[in-house]
């Protein structure tokens, strides 16, 4: 890791999930990953006690405990009660979220070079007032200035793809009610934006997968990319942008894998994460474009009955250290 570089600051997650032993298991594994230093925002007492943890007050103290312990941000978890892995409990929801903030905030003051958030459950969160529909959003509006919105874009990095989402968390049937050329476009600037920034790519080649088999077949079996996906992409191009119509979503991802592309932007959530999670299951990592900080996470959720098994696997959370670090190396240099 460059010298310049700060440490990542890594949130809880909720502590009856998976989060506590990935992030002790991919502590334990810094040497043979290549993990670079992190800390984490926490409450020590959930960590197994095996793990040395260092308590820390500052993310600079991090790199000088991380080589001989575990180095947590110290908060209150308040359980009322011993913390049972695999179930989950609506009294971990106030430090779920402080522990969220308070990366988003140390991240933004410049402290730590990126946040690696821990899988959350948003039902135990809504149980206690949670506003927002998911974790993405939550951090997108801890980022955002008051008078504009940020509108982030889900990325998912696995398997040799790069797969924006044009939608996310939307019923099938209600995808056009979401998937407008006014959405779509933001969504295809922003990754071309974070490509260039986050990615290190002078000239970013993005694809546009269709929605409709065979993207449509000129009409014969949909008509949304004529009237939405190609008159984008071509209004894109008179831009600049390296962006291809609509092509097939069954030979897109291949395309990407042969090198004709640096990243698709998927109409809907399953057809972009079917080859990423096919291709790399336990290695896939969730990232989210368009924020001032830089943003990753495991792509998986919070794993109850392994938590509760002892059976967590931190693959993917070594994946999304690794990834933030490299975000960050590329955005320092264009930064300057």
């Known amino acids: 890791m460059s010298g310049a570089l700060k440490p990542l600051a890594v949130t809880m997650g909720d502590p009856a999930g998976c989060g506590p032993q ?67 409990d609506a009294r971990y929801a106030a430090a779920i979220t402080d522990s969220i903030r308070r990366a988003a905030e140390i991240c933004r003051s410049g402290d730590a070079a990126a946040m690696v958030t ?31 919105p940020i509108k982030p874009v889900m990325m998912l990095v696995g398997g040799g793809l790069r797969v924006a989402l044009a939608t996310i968390h939307v019923p099938l049937m209600r995808v056009l009610e979401h998937l407008t050329q006014e959405t779509l476009s933001d969504v295809a600037l922003t990754t071309h934006t974070a490509l260039q920034s986050d990615f290190g790519i002078d000239r970013p080649k993005i694809a546009l997968s269709g929605l409709n088999p065979h993207a449509g077949e000129d009409g014969t079996i949909g008509h949304e990319e004529q009237e939405i996906i190609n008159p ?59 924020l001032p900080i830089i943003r990753t996470s495991p ?22 250290l690794k990834l933030a670090e490299q975000m960050a190396q590329a955005r320092a240099r264009v930064d300057g």
């Open 118 to 148: 821990n899988p959350i459950s948003k039902s135990v969160l809504y149980q206690t007032g949670f506003a927002f529909p998911g974790h993405t959003e939550f951090i997108a509006d801890l980022c955002s200035p008051p008078e504009v």
């Open 299 to 320: 792509d998986h959720g919070t794993a109850y009955e392994a938590a509760a098994q002892e059976t967590c696997r931190p693959d993917s959370l070594i994946a999304a």
């Open 232 to 290: 984008v992409a071509a209004a894109l191009r008179a831009r600049g942008m390296d962006i291809s119509d609509a092509r097939p979503g069954d030979t897109v991802f291949h395309e990407a894998l042969s090198g004709a592309y640096d990243a698709v932007i998927a109409m809907t959530h399953d057809q972009g994460l079917i080859p990423v999670k096919t291709l790399d299951m336990w290695g896939g990592v969730n990232t989210t474009l368009g």
């Open 22 to 88: 990935i992030t002790q298991s991919a502590w334990r594994a810094r040497h043979t990953e290549g993990v670079s230093p992190f800390f984490v925002i926490a409450d020590p007492s959930i960590f197994d006690p095996a793990t040395p943890v260092a308590t820390i007050s500052t993310p600079d103290q991090a790199a000088d405990k991380f080589d001989s312990a575990l180095p947590v941000l110290p908060i209150k978890l308040d359980t009322g009660s011993a913390l049972e892995p695999g179930k989950p």
